[in-house]
C-alpha cells in the first residue's frame, strides 16, 4: 500500500505540474517522502541502507526511522557532531577506524567561532572515533594487514606509528623493496618562514611537488 501511495504521490504531481503548463516538475522533500510514504516499506525493501551521517540526518526522521545496528567505516574522518544524528537512530553502533589516521579535513566546513571552541573543547574538532576511545568504549583490535601490493609498503608504518603490532603477508619477492630514498635538494616544508627568517606568501614543499609531478 505504500509503494502504491508512493506512486500515486509521484504520478499526481507530475501530471499536476503538466497540467500547469510547468516544464520542471518538481517533488516533495525525501524526508517528506519517506515520512509520509514510506515509514516501513523503506527498511522492508531495503534492511541495510548505506547513508552518509548527514544523509541519515536530512532524510530520515528520528521518530519514524530507527535501525538495530549502525555501523561507521573510516570513523576517524567523522566529525562528532555529524554522527550524533545517526547515532540517535539506532541502538547499537559499531564504530570502526585508524586512530593512527590524519584528522578529518575542515576544507569544507564552516568557520567555528572561537567563543563556541571555548564552550565545547576539542569535540568541535575531534572525530567520532576519537570521542569513543576517550570515554574507554570496548575496542577490538583488526591486526592482518592484506591490502598492500608489496610488504615493503606497509612496513615502514608498521614499524614507525604501529610499532610492529600488525601482521603483514610476504610477497614473493619480498626481499626487494618498492620503496627508495631519493634526495631533493631544498625539500622542505615551508611554513612560511624560510631559513634566513625572511615571511614569504607561499606554503609548501615547492621542489619536492615538481620532482614528484615529474614522475608522473
Known amino acids: 500500500p505504500e509503494l502504491i501511495k508512493l506512486n500515486n504521490l509521484v504520478n499526481g504531481e507530475t501530471l499536476s505540474s503538466k497540467a500547469k503548463g510547468q516544464e520542471n516538475v518538481s517533488y516533495p522533500p525525501l524526508r517528506k517522502i519517506f515520512r509520509d510514504n514510506l515509514p ?7 534492511p541495510c541502507i548505506m547513508m552518509s551521517p548527514s544523509a541519515v540526518a536530512e532524510c530520515l526522521e528520528m521518530d519514524v526511522f530507527s535501525f538495530d545496528y549502525l555501523l561507521f567505516d573510516e570513523a576517524s574522518q567523522i566529525f562528532t557532531h555529524k554522527a550524533v544524528g545517526a547515532l540517535a537512530r539506532a541502538e547499537n553502533a559499531i564504530i570502526v577506524g585508524d586512530p593512527k589516521q590524519l584528522p578529518p579535513p575542515s576544507l569544507f566546513e564552516a568557520k567555528i567561532s572561537q567563543e563556541l571552541l571555548d564552550k565545547v573543547g576539542d569535540i568541535a574538532k575531534n572525530s567520532v572515533l576519537d570521542e569513543c576511545i576517550n570515554i574507554n568504549l570496548p575496542d577490538t583490535r583488526l591486526s592482518c594487514h592484506y591490502r598492500s601490493a608489496h610488504e615493503s609498503l606497509i612496513a615502514f608504518s608498521n614499524s614507525m606509528i ?49 620532482r614528484l609531478v615529474a614522475y608522473t
Do not use: W
Open 162 to 210: 604501529y610499532l610492529n603490532t600488525m601482521s603483514t603477508f610476504p610477497s614473493v619477492d619480498s626481499r626487494i623493496s618498492r620503496l627508495s630514498f631519493e634526495y631533493v635538494e631544498n625539500g622542505y616544508i615551508d611554513d612560511g618562514d624560510d631559513r634566513t627568517g625572511d615571511r614569504r606568501a607561499d606554503k609548501g614543499n615547492v621542489p619536492e611537488a615538481k
Open 40 to 46: 516501513t516499506t523503506l527498511t522492508t525493501l531495503a
